[in-house]
């Protein structure tokens, strides 16, 4: 099971957190930052694997991915394959990337609610739901128009309410 | 593509960008959550973009870490709007704010039911998403015949059948019987026949928990497990799919069919062969995700020697290529090899290319070598191993050095070809890394030592040498101190070594060191003396005069030993008698290898910090645990001469030892300890320092008691008796300890280890079984029955019958509590080893406590209840004497552990406790239980105890319970001897009185 995806910049800074085994808040804040700790020592060249058993408990694996000011973590147990992990960062990097347009750090920052969608659609409590990047951005655009269609609904009504009563 | 832009959250997010520091930053989200709860105050202005902004505002600030501690109100109540923006915004915000205990859940239940039995496919959507995120236990128990509903009906997308099916895997974690329903073996079967890739995948998911747990159900499943090719990536079929499904393969037993095994194999066999490295890093990835799960399928499959051989070959290239990953996973791998099949032959021909790995630029593939070095050390490589890890030590990071040290300390001393090599090992690792080398590893060099008489020069002359360079470790000068305090007579020919220069280089260092140095030395001062004969005046007086400076030390230990050594030194001769050279050790167990075997329980991974954690925790109790273990293991051939340590787990007593072995369990109730006894009980403390009056008296004393408690246990029918091979360390304690945490040790002896780990929901339990073989030959005949009392129905997974060497088996084992009792469970576990037929019968620590669930009432929860539970069978009273005196905090304490949550400030007088919580079993459901403990601040071993409950037996079974923990603690940190100073040490201490005796309780309670 997948424990924690995490997203955050060369500076340490949160762009996305996200627990699927609750945590309080303060808790979240201490794992980012000793992940951060480890992270940020580690030369470009190395492997995508770091010992997280002194951070979340025995058992655990952390693997992550740095794609320019960006770390992608994910943090899952024993019963995940690491590769395949590797793999599943590399699927929500492509998805973001195709949303996106080359993506980078701020279109990250400032749609933080598409990151939270398009995450949803990838994994799933804790779970591998989907893992082709079409698929997933199928998803994703059928939630976006179903978004749009609604506020146009609501300000159509409006418009419409607000004629009658005139 | 159109996002959905908000342009408040966006001038948000840019206003906390452009924050120059975190205290700016705090003001603007303090800000922006005042804005949020005025807005919310009066709700009716907001409009539905508006909400969905503030809700999104209150995500992005949680995620920078601020407390968001309301609107969960708002959040949940968006749940039930009609319109898709305001319920899409009102799942994602509970499933990242709430967690699934959250009271509020309960109120939406029905809505998410309404959501998921409704036609709307974009609600079906969110609300899985919810619940498959957090839903409990309830959610569990309502939802999911719907959600099954869901994952097999045909008018349903893909979309929402895959989510279902997921959905469906929380709910079973969260209870289990979710999927006890007629057919739903053959559902999943038909599941995957599923053509479509995502609710493949999801259903493989689901399947891998389903038969994880319970593979019996799903066979029909098995040969169904195939991958369609519709979808690759990075040209290779569904990756993740493949991966699944082999994962899935690993929980079912092995597959005995020779056919379906051929066909299995031909396709792995392809695998394994048909992948190259290639340039492309992310198709690199994919084929070995896929290889490496093909790996662990092979190792679970049992194949034959030559394709683990091939397999081992190929790990061999893969530790060797250019990427790191490969490289890593290949470690891994290969340490994971070692641990189910004797294949250390075959990894020894790539140890080079492992060493090398050592030097990796990156610490996570140095740490996998140095586990897989740690793993694949024996007799024949330790020494270069060893050397190897000697040398890495000087250069290794920090965050490695220690882990370092205490893995190349118990290599040396498991593997020592020579017992010479292994003082090098120890001094050089003391030399080069002293911060990181701990009291235990120059504890165990001195034991070796002082057993070995041909060691000794040796030892002396090397501490020696140690002592000439210019600046050396504290823990050198300890024992450099020790062991030229003991044998430097012994080289008083050679050139540099008369007492005098012995003293004075020693001297020197005493400037520099801390206290409890200082005690050691000042007892090496007095051996030096001791051995100076004829007395040389001159150094006699320079001694006398060190003496004389510490008797008025500050620190009380040092200024009694100088008080004490400075009279017994005038008094010549007897002085020879006193001082006179340690007696041997009673050969143990090292307290090393122990704890190193005691954390692989609970993981294979050991990580140096843990150890550290654990050897803090015990190193208080180190000199008393070792002595009970000394007198409950048997002590090997005290006598002879402990050539090659890893012998020490044969069983040879010497004839003298069997005679004190079968008086002491003869006459249970007064052991009377003879003279070696004594030697031995005062031995370990001589590792501190020579013995002193007042401090060994008290010692021996607590010693004499650890005696005491371990003959009563043996009393004890259910307790190794009749066999050949003793436990190590108490049953007793262990059990005791077992019931008040969920993982450790149940039981151990030289040839086996049981660990176990629970987990307890509701009325339900999961215990596994670890069942370690310590040994480098394999276990045969194992058997584990269980003997479960009428109250528990349990269940114990298959037990293989042979274990093999070095290997750890997992033995998953069902409980089920039916009814409140306090019986226990036994489990009867027998093995053969050699010729030795090992039989040993064990309570179980599925007790009373494990199946309550603390919970917390307020006032207004607690007194109805407490009212309306009016007087027996339901409210019972009783004055309980002979209470352990303890302080109410601790009290509290010893409540809390046993999950009976203390209520504070319920009670108004201060020395009323007061607690609660839920018991579970199948007869009673849930049941509040209520408990109050009225003490008596003047006489603390009596109180008066009130338990209330709804159901007659559990009251009284619950009293019961609490008043054997009160009595009688288990005594894991033994308390200070209740027994006053004895006169004259080797007066026998009664055993303590029954009721606080440990075997005794025992007795009564089966």
Redesign the interface.
């Known amino acids: 099971m997948i424990k924690s995806v995490m997203v955050m910049n060369t500076q340490g800074k ?1 762009r ?3 627990f ?1 085994d ?1 945590q309080p ?2 808790k ?2 201490e794992l ?1 930052r000793s992940v951060f700790g480890v992270l940020c020592g ?2 470009d ?7 997280a ?2 951070i979340f408990g ?2 655990t694996r952390l693997v992550y991915k740095h794609f320019a000011t960006l770390y992608f973590v994910f943090i899952f147990d024993s ?1 995940e ?4 992990m ?3 960062i ?2 929500f990097v492509e998805t973001l990337d195709k ?1 996106f347009k080359n993506v980078c750090e701020l279109d990250i ?6 990151l ?2 398009i995450l ?1 659609e990838i994994i ?2 804790g ?6 990047s079409i ?1 997933v951005i199928k ?1 994703v ?8 269609a ?2 146009a609904i ?1 300000l159509v009504s409006k418009s419409v309410s607000g004629w009658r009563s005139r | ?4 832009g ?1 342009r408040g ?2 001038v948000f ?2 206003d906390i ?1 452009n924050c120059p520091n975190k205290e700016q930053e705090r003001l603007r989200v303090d800000k922006e959550l005042g804005n949020i709860r005025t807005r919310f105050k009066n709700e009716k202005g907001l ?3 508006e909400k969905k902004k503030y809700v ?1 505002k209150m ?2 600030i ?7 501690d309301f609107g969960h109100m708002e959040a949940v109540s968006l749940i039930s709007a009609p ?3 305001e319920k ?1 915004v009102g799942y ?1 915000v509970t499933s ?1 704010l709430l ?2 205990n959250h009271d509020f859940l309960r109120l939406a239940i029905n809505t998410v039911r309404n959501d998921i039995i409704g036609r709307n496919e ?1 609600f079906q959507c969110l609300a899985l ?1 919810m619940v ?3 839903g409990g236990r309830e959610f569990a128990e309502s939802l999911a015949p719907d959600v099954q509903k869901l994952i097999i009906s045909s008018s349903c997308r893909p ?1 929402v059948r ?2 279902a099916a ?2 469906l ?2 709910l079973y974690r969260k209870n289990p019987d979710v999927v006890n329903v007629d057919g739903w073996a053959d559902r999943m079967a038909q599941l995957l026949d599923e053509r479509d ?2 609710v493949l ?2 259903s493989m ?1 689901l399947l ?1 928990a389903l038969v ?1 747990n319970n593979h019996e159900a799903y066979w029909s499943c098995l040969p169904k497990c195939d991958v369609p090719q519709e ?1 690759t ?1 990075y040209g290779i079929p ?4 493949q ?1 699944k499904t082999m ?1 899935a393969l690993q929980y079912f037993p092995t597959v005995e069919d020779p056919n379906t095994r051929r066909s299995l194999f031909e396709v792995l066999q392809r695998i394994l062969m048909g992948t190259d490295v290639v340039k492309n890093v ?1 198709k690199n ?2 084929s ?2 896929v290889l ?2 093909a790996l662990a399928l092979v190792m679970h499959l049992d194949a034959e020697k030559e394709m683990m051989s091939q397999c081992i070959a190929l790990l061999g290239k893969f530790i060797a290529v250019r990427e ?2 490969i ?3 290949g470690l891994e791998n290969m340490t994971r090899m070692l641990m189910v099949t004797d294949v250390h032959d075959i990894i020894k021909r790539h140890q080079a290319q492992i060493i090398t790995s050592l030097k990796d ?5 140095r ?1 996998r070598a140095l586990d897989l070095l740690y793993g694949m050390c024996d007799v024949s490589n330790a020494k270069d191993i060893v050397e190897e890890l000697l040398q890495y030590l000087s250069t290794a990071d920090f965050a490695m050095r220690e882990e370092l040290s205490l893995k190349a300390a118990i290599l040396a001393e498991k593997f020592a070809p020579d017992l010479s090599w292994y003082v090098d090992v120890i001094l050089q690792l003391i030399d080069k890394a002293g911060d990181f080398v701990s009291d235990d590893i120059w504890f165990r060099v001195v034991q070796f030592v002082t057993n070995n008489e041909d060691l000794q020069p040796y030892a002396a002359a090397k501490a020696r040498e140690y002592l000439d360079k210019p600046a050396i470790h504290e823990t050198m000068v300890k024992v450099s101190a020790y062991l030229l305090g003991e044998y430097s007579h012994l080289l008083a020919r050679r050139p540099g070594c008369s007492p005098k220069e012995i003293f004075s280089i020693i001297h020197e260092k005493l400037p520099t060191v801390s206290m409890s140095t200082v005690a050691i030395l000042l007892s090496t001062y007095a051996k030096i003396l001791m051995h100076t004969q004829p007395a040389d005046p001159e150094l006699q007086n320079q001694i006398w005069a060190i003496f004389n400076k510490y008797e008025s030390c500050i620190e009380v230990e040092i200024q009694q030993r100088a008080v004490e050594y400075f009279a017994l030194s005038r008094k010549g001769a007897a002085l020879m008698d006193i001082l006179a050279e340690m007696p041997k050790f009673p050969e143990r167990q090292s307290s090393l290898i122990k704890k190193a075997e005691d954390v692989e329980v ?2 294979a ?1 050991q ?1 140096a ?2 150890l550290r954690a654990q050897q803090q925790q015990t190193s208080t109790a180190l000199v008393v645990a070792d002595q009970s273990s000394a007198n409950g293991t048997s002590p090997v051939n005290q006598l002879g001469l402990v050539k090659v340590p890893s012998m020490s787990s044969s069983v040879i007593y010497s004839s003298k030892w069997d005679f004190d072995q079968s008086r002491s369990s003869t006459s249970t109730s007064s052991p009377s300890p003879s003279p070696d006894l004594l030697g031995d009980l005062l031995g370990p403390l001589a590792i501190e320092g020579p013995p002193v009056a007042g401090e060994s008296e008290q010692n021996v004393v607590s010693g004499l008691e650890g005696v005491a408690a371990v003959d009563a246990a043996a009393i004890v029918p259910v307790t190794v008796q009749t066999n050949a091979v003793e436990p190590i360390g108490n049953i007793a304690e262990r059990f005791h300890a077992l019931c008040l945490k969920d993982s450790g040790v149940l039981y151990e002896d030289p040839y086996v280890q049981i660990g176990i780990k629970a987990e307890w929901r509701g009325h339900h339990g999961r215990l596994v079984l670890f069942l370690g073989n310590k040994n480098t030959s394999p276990l045969f005949s194992v058997q584990a029955l269980i003997l479960p009392p009428s109250h528990l129905k349990m269940e114990l997974s298959l037990v293989p019958e042979t274990i093999p060497p070095r290997a750890q088996v997992q033995c998953p084992l069902e409980v089920m509590n039916l009814r409140p009792s306090r019986d226990v469970a036994v489990l009867d576990f027998s093995y053969k080893f050699n010729t030795n037929m090992v039989n040993v019968k064990l309570r179980l620590p599925a007790v009373l406590n494990k199946f309550l669930q603390p919970i917390t009432v307020s006032a207004e929860e607690f007194f109805p209840q407490w009212r309306s539970l009016s007087g027996p069978p339901l409210k019972l009273q009783e004055v309980v004497r002979g209470v352990r005196p303890m302080p109410l905090l601790e009290m509290a304490n010893l409540f809390n552990s046993c999950h009976l949550i203390v209520c504070p400030g319920l009670d108004p007088n201060p020395n009323n406790l007061v607690a609660s919580t839920t018991f579970y079993s199948e007869s009673t459901r849930a049941m509040l239980c209520l408990t109050r403990i009225e003490t008596d601040p003047a006489d603390r071993t009596q109180l008066r105890m009130t338990v209330a409950s709804g159901d007659p037996t559990l009251t009284f079974e619950l009293k019961e319970f609490i008043k054997e923990q009160l009595v009688s603690i288990p005594i894991a940190p033994r308390p200070p001897a209740p027994v006053p100073p004895t006169p004259s040490v080797a007066q026998p201490v009664p055993p303590a009185a029954p009721s606080n005796d440990p075997g005794a309780m025992l007795a009564g309670l089966l």
Not at chain 1, 127 to 132: A, I, K, N, P, Y
Not at chain 2, 238 to 241: A, D, E, I, R
Not at chain 2, 361 to 365: L, Q
């Open positions: 949160p996305l957190a996200k699927y609750f808040v303060e979240q804040q980012i580690r030369a060249n190395v492997s995508n694997f770091v010992e058993d002194s025995p058992g019963s394959n690491e590769l395949a590797l793999d599943l590399q699927v949303c920052v400032y749609n933080y609610s598409k939270h969608t949803d799933f409590g779970q591998v739901l989907e893992t082709s698929e998803a655009e059928e939630i976006s128009k179903l978004e749009s609604s506020n609501a | 593509m159109a996002l959905s908000m959250l966006s997010i840019s960008r409009s539905p973009y999104w995500l992005y949680y995620m920078l870490g601020y407390d968001v319109k898709y923006p899409q994602i990242c967690n699934e974009t998403t498959g995120n957090i979309l895959k989510k997921l959905c895997l929380r890739l995502g995948t999801s998911s891998v994880s979808y990536y569904s990756p993740w799919l991966v994962r992310n990835n994919a070995h995700a490496f799960e790191p990953n490289r890593y996973l630029p990156d610490i996570s593939i740490r609970d993981t991974e990580s910090i843990k």
